[in-house]
T-cell receptor
Framework: DTAVSQTPKYLVTQMGNDKSIKCEQN?????MYWYKQDSKKFLKIMFS???????INETVPNRFSPKSPDKAHLNLHINSLELGDSAVYFC????????????FGPGTRLLVL | AQSVTQLDSQVPVFEEAPVELRCNYS??????LFWYVQYPNQGLQLLLK??????LVKGINGFEAEFNKSQTSFHLRKPSVHISDTAEYFC????????FGAGTRLTVKP
């Protein structure tokens, strides 16, 4: 069984569209994250949720909205997509302590045309 | 806030040679240190981490890292690399959040 899964794996869409990426973890972790990896491989945290509550909300456009229906799921909805949103988005999970190992999903490759 | 600098963006090395990937960090508080590896088209996975105690940390796949508080470094080493070690390696530091370095691309040549 995949520990952290993301769907879809690839997403190609037009500017201005709205899209969602889904993430599920079966590790029983309380904390989930969204990261953005740009074309130069730079990885930056976007959001962190602990037991369905938003903990970290880095400076990202408010077009990005995370939603956590339960502690095993953290979805990312993006409104009015822009060219600069093209990147790989990773979901991760861990127990709620910064010394804990984070487990990453396989990534969703988003291309905005 | 804490930050991480990976000093080499690319490291080419021949198979069975030793390798060192360099990482320096900056923080005003105590931090935890991590090395993650990303194989092509995959997510990141943990190689090793330093929380406290012994400054030499051993990880998976024969990798080890040494925490040096005075030099604020956490360099990753392997005495003999394999082709399969070709990947992107990320140093990370955490305190109140997680910060990753820009990554080092390790390419192992036959």
């Amino acid at each position: 069984d995949t520990a952290v899964s993301q769907t879809p794996k690839y997403l190609v869409t037009q500017m201005g569209n709205d899209k969602s990426i889904k993430c599920e973890q079966n590790l029983g972790h309380d904390t989930m994250y969204w990261y953005k990896q740009d074309s130069k491989k730079f990885l930056k945290i976007m959001f962190s949720y602990n037991n369905k509550e938003l903990i970290i909300n880095e400076t990202v456009p408010n077009r990005f909205s995370p939603k956590s229906p339960d502690k095993a799921h953290l979805n990312l909805h993006i409104n009015s997509l822009e060219l600069g949103d093209s990147a790989v988005y990773f979901c991760a999970s861990s127990q709620p302590d910064w010394q804990e190992t984070q487990y990453f999903g396989p990534g969703t490759r988003l291309l905005v045309l | 806030a804490q930050s991480v600098t990976q000093l080499d963006s690319q490291v080419p090395v021949f198979e069975e040679a030793p390798v060192e990937l360099r990482c320096n960090y900056s923080s005003s508080v105590s931090v935890y240190l991590f090395w993650y590896v990303q194989y092509p088209n995959q997510g990141l996975q943990l190689l090793l981490k330093y929380l406290s105690g012994s400054t030499l940390v051993k990880g998976i796949n024969g990798f080890e890292a040494e925490f040096n508080k005075s030099q604020t470094s956490f360099h990753l080493r392997k005495p003999s690399v394999h082709i399969s070690d070709t990947a992107e390696y990320f140093c990370a530091v955490s305190a109140y959040d997680m910060r990753f370095g820009a990554g080092t691309r390790l390419t192992v040549k036959p």
